[in-house]
């Protein structure tokens, strides 16, 4: 069998209007399913911003909770500690306020 593409073919002019119409609809259909998907991407970015804002917020309450328990009544004014002498280790060991094993005095 041989096809002659040359040919011309007649289409019933209510039947190319159906067809025009499944286009129209399934590219319409198709508009409407991308509106719909991006949508729910501007809704999942909009709940993914407010976590991002609550969650700077906490680690920067974080931050300030971990500034004052490191600095919160411990300074030492910038005074240097000084050493014991072998008599005041001597004399808090007698007084049970020094344990020799525990301290590196020795």
Not at 20 to 46: F, P, V, Y
Not at 82 to 105: I, P, S, W
Request: proline share 1%; hydrophobic share 30%; aromatic share 4%.
């Amino acid at each position: 069998m041989e096809t002659n593409f040359n040919e011309k073919v007649e289409i019933d002019e209510p039947e190319l209007e159906s067809e025009e119409k499944k286009i129209d609809t399934i590219e319409n259909e198709s508009t409407q399913e991308t509106l719909r998907a991006i949508d729910r991407a501007n809704t999942a970015a909009e709940r993914l911003e407010l976590a991002n804002k609550k969650r700077e917020e906490l680690l920067n309450r974080q931050e300030e909770m971990l500034v004052k328990a490191t600095f919160g009544g411990k300074a030492e004014g910038g005074l240097k500690a000084r050493e014991r002498t072998d008599e005041e280790f001597a004399e808090d060991f007698l007084d049970g306020k020094e344990d020799v094993f525990l301290t590196n005095n020795v």
